[in-house]
């Protein structure tokens, strides 16, 4: 079935990297624009970043613009979330979403503490 | 950029109709299409209705999405309330690959 399953969140200390995947399965996973969201413990949902199908395009937040990076490996049908220089606002749980009819991962959760 | 304004939260009793806004803040509520999300505690967002009024299979008919050009809002109408209803909801659109979410207004059914 239609699936999105997310992997690599962790506690990291402030500062530090992490790189979160999302194995895609079931759809045609090279056809669509994929973005990354995210919600911290008790807040809303937050737009984090998106990479076009063809990984020509990738915009981000300006909470998160110049320290993550977006990208994809279409024949693997995995999405990514390079993280860099985390702090402790980054602490939250990370979903990957399809842009077109949505679905969302189960989410992957980032503590960053000291 | 726009922002979206819901609602921070609403009530209503099992069997009723209940509606949540979603208002724009600038451009046309018309430009962009906008998705509605459950979020029940502990669990990951859902989908209930997309591009406007679309909805995914196995999302029940008593969910429907609409927009209205004259007050420039998204709503989401949830009828024959059930208690399994009760959960978050989010709006949401897509703009230039930019992603604007409404702050989540909190449904109870009670």
């Known amino acids: 079935q239609v699936q999105l399953v997310e992997s690599g969140g962790g506690v990291v200390q402030p500062g530090r990297s992490l790189r979160l995947s999302c194995a895609a399965s079931?759809?045609?996973?090279?056809?669509?624009?994929m973005h990354w969201v995210r919600q911290a413990p008790g807040k809303g949902l937050e737009w984090v970043a998106f990479?076009?199908?063809?990984?020509?395009?990738?915009y981000f937040a300006d909470s998160v613009r110049g320290r993550f990076t977006i990208s994809r490996d279409n024949s693997e049908t995995t999405l990514y979330l390079q993280m860099e220089s985390l702090r402790p606002e980054d602490t939250a749980i990370y979903y990957c979403?399809?842009?077109?009819?949505?679905?969302w991962g189960q989410g992957t959760l980032v503590t960053v503490s000291s | 950029n726009f922002m979206l304004t819901q609602p921070h939260s609403v009530s209503e009793s099992p069997g009723k109709t209940v509606i949540i806004s979603c208002t724009r803040s600038?451009?046309?509520?018309?430009?962009?299409?906008v998705q509605w999300y459950q979020q029940r505690p502990g669990s990951a967002p859902t989908t209930v209705i997309y591009?406007?009024?679309?909805?995914p299979s196995g999302v029940p008919d008593r969910f429907s999405g609409s927009i209205d050009s004259t007050s420039n809002s998204a709503s989401l109408t949830i009828s024959g309330l059930k208690t399994e209803d009760e959960a978050a909801y989010y709006c949401?659109?897509?703009?230039?690959?930019?992603?604007?979410f409404g702050g989540g207004t909190k449904l109870t059914v009670l």
């Open positions: 979403v399809r842009e077109v009819a949505p679905i």
């Open positions: 591009e406007d009024n679309q909805r």
């Open positions: 600038s451009g046309s509520i018309a430009s962009n299409y």
């Open positions: 079931g759809f045609a996973f090279s056809a669509y624009a």
């Open positions: 949401q659109s897509f703009h230039s690959g930019y992603g604007i």
């Open positions: 990479i076009s199908f063809d990984a020509s395009q990738k």
